[in-house]
């Protein structure tokens, strides 16, 4: 497999959204352009330790089919019924059994797997942080040092040589967490900053999943070859690449990361994921994916042919309806894993947007209301406060 950057439309592609977040610009004034952090209360947000020991748990569970709004609803039901489930100290004295039959009941989803890396990270938290998530951030100045701490370094002799390598830190073989690969790392930064936990601030790339595959992939941000007609899958050598240019963008355009975060995941969420270009029929699932080709599409996956004015609402009035070439359910990737695609339906007929679609900027709810969090204070936060208070 051959994964080819198209750097300038990659950083045209961030750009794009990014200013239609900060601008509150569809889709991002819509009601719906929530994060399912607001979801979290306010006695929980009152206890940092307690904020950010859920958030730790949380991240198990953010990967998958599952939708992130259901995980943050039943971890938080969770929380209500079985609060110690929360507490490093108290999990590391319970069994996997007695995790795994909480997670089974509410989540069922992975059980058994979620609850080892539930039980293994409470007893890591426990033995080499004092129990508290914020302890990891400790000194943390950059997401390389992010990157040495969050992953697990049990499973391989290599990603051991390489933390020993990296520094003191770590050189036992329960160093990190179960879990926790890059995109995780992203992930915990991304909810640990949103809460104006991590300070100092510091770029880190937002988490590299189906919806940033989805949203650089239909607009040739990404060119994939693949060997032999095989299809695109979920791979860390895609993600590394996407995760670069992310980083790369935030620093040189000093962007705020929690603002692309939200920009990138919300825009593939509400509008291709709610495009009907991106919906399948029953019989085309059958048809074999095609290879996603540098420079021409060969699809043979069929995709519905929705009509110019179901597509008025999405791609019609999208602002990449002139460069977005793909159309990429969803399905297809969480049941296997697989980039399906297809030709994107033509729009013509809808060119203009909606009444109503494009009114006055108003506050966005994905903000979490700290001063913190507005730019452009990140960019002077970065470079001139490195303690990072506000
Ligand atoms: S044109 Fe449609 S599929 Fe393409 S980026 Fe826009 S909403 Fe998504």
Not at 334 to 347: L, W
Not at 354 to 370: I, N
Request: net charge positive.
């Amino acid at each position: 497999m051959e994964v080819i950057v198209h750097k300038k439309r990659m950083t045209a592609i961030i750009r794009t959204v990014v200013d239609r977040k900060n601008n509150n610009q569809h889709p991002f004034n819509l009601p719906q352009a929530t994060v399912p952090q607001i979801l979290v209360p306010e006695d929980l947000r009152a206890n940092k330790v307690e904020l950010a020991c859920f958030y730790f748990f949380l991240c198990i569970y953010m990967r998958g089919g599952i939708v992130s709004k259901t995980v943050f609803k039943k971890l938080l039901k969770i929380r209500d019924e079985n609060p110690w489930m929360f507490d490093p100290f108290e999990v590391s004295t319970k069994s996997e059994r007695e995790i795994w039959q909480v997670l089974r009941r509410r989540i069922g989803w992975d059980a058994e797997n979620a609850a080892r890396f539930w039980f293994e990270n409470s007893k890591r938290l426990v033995n080499h942080w004092g129990g508290n998530p914020l302890s990891i951030l400790d000194g943390m100045t950059n997401y390389e040092e992010a990157c040495r701490r969050f992953p697990n370094k049990s499973g391989s002799a290599r990603k051991r040589s390489k933390a020993s390598h990296a520094g003191d830190l770590f050189r036992s073989s329960d160093e990190g967490f179960f879990g926790y690969g890059y995109k995780m790392v992203s992930m915990i930064l991304y909810f640990l900053d949103w809460e104006g936990l991590l300070k100092p601030r510091f770029p880190y790339p937002s988490p590299a999943d189906f919806h940033h595959y989805r949203i650089f992939i239909a607009n040739r941000g990404l060119s994939i070859k693949t060997n032999n007609g095989r299809s695109v899958r979920y791979s860390e050598e895609i993600s590394e690449k996407i995760r670069a240019s992310v980083l790369d963008f935030i620093k040189k355009e000093r962007a705020d990361p929690v603002i692309v975060s939200d920009a990138l995941w919300l825009f593939s969420l509400l509008m291709c994921g709610e495009s009907l270009a991106t919906v399948r029929s029953d019989n085309e699932i059958k048809t074999s994916p095609a290879p996603l080709l540098d420079g021409r599409v060969e699809a043979k996956v069929a995709i519905a042919q929705p009509s110019p004015m179901q597509l008025s609402r999405t791609c019609g009035i999208c602002c990449f309806r002139e460069s977005c070439e793909l159309a990429i359910p969803a399905a297809p990737y969480y049941r296997k894993g697989i980039i399906e695609h297809a030709p994107r339906p033509t729009h013509s007929g809808v060119t203009e947007m909606p009444r109503g679609y494009e009114h006055s900027p108003r506050a966005t709810r994905t903000e979490s209301g700290q001063e913190q969090f507005l730019l452009p204070g990140l960019t002077s936060k970065i470079e001139n406060d490195p303690d990072g208070d506000t």
